[in-house]
């Protein structure tokens, strides 16, 4: 992922996500991916604020459900789906990483990782908590979510939100050497088993999917929640100096 400087899931950034991964799974000659960042330290900021923020009810839409469609894309994707975590990864970055089928976190105290929406006072939406459940459990995913808990190297790994933590240095390598053992196993063997442990979850927002965009768009039109994003925005730009 290159969208400097922070990874931040823009509007445009998602459509070229998700072009990128069509494109990928089209060609037949691909077997695997390995997501990764190219923003020094940083893996992904999450959802861009500024498409929340200060925008007109057919904008959060669109934007809403491209962030959906991101979701539902990668979570279902044929593809073996690897996450090479080598930096931050906030709310939607950690939703990207947690569509994936294997997670390597570079083991760098500043590296946390989690769904910290509570922590500017938004709500992580039902798919995004399914999502975390089936990867650590109900009741860690419960406390994680209710608290916006963003996990350093080692609890993310005790807890389950990721799968392997290795030196800095060896996170390609072990991404790569991952895939490796992935695609050793039968493809068609391999995909129906995804599809048959990740369909249910994705099934419930298809058949939800205007209604989680008419939710979505309510909530972050509401002046508490816009005034909650500005302050949170302004935060983050004023911490420079
Ligand atoms: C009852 C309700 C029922 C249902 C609910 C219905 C719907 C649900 C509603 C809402 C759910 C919405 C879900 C949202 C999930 C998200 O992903 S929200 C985003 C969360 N992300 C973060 O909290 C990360 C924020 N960023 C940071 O902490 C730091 O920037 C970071 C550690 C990533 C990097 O730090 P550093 O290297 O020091 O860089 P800067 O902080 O200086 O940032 C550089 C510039 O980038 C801008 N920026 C940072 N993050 C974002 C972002 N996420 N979006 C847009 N822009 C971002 C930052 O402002 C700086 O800009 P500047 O250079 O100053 O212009």
Known sequence: ?????????????LTELLISLEKLENDKTFHGIIITSDCPGIFSAGLDLTEMCGRDPEHYAEYWKAV?????????????????????????????????????LANNPK??????????????PFWFKDTLVNTIGHRSAERA??????????????????????PEDQVQ??????????????DHARQLTKTLMRKPTADRLL????????????????????????AYLEKLKQKKG
């Open 207 to 230: 058949t939800e999917r205007d209604a989680d965009i008419q939710n979505f768009v309510r909530f972050i039109c509401k002046d508490s929640i816009q005034k909650s994003l500005h």
């Open 111 to 124: 590296y946390a990782i989690g769904l910290n929406e509570t922590l500017l006072g938004i709500v992580a």
């Open 68 to 104: 959906q469609e991101m979701w539902l894309r990668f979570y279902l994707s044929n593809l073996v789906v690897i996450a090479a975590i080598n930096g931050v990864s906030p709310a939607g970055g950690c939703l990207l990483s947690l569509t994936c089928d294997y997670r390597v």
């Open 173 to 186: 390598s072990t991404a790569r050497l991952v895939m490796a053992q992935w695609l050793d196993i039968p």
């Open 1 to 13: 992922m290159r969208n400097p400087p922070v990874n931040s899931l823009s509007l445009e950034f």
């Open 145 to 166: 979510l209710q608290l916006g808990l963003l996990f350093p190297p080692a609890e993310a790994l005790r807890v389950g939100v990721v799968d392997q933590v290795v």
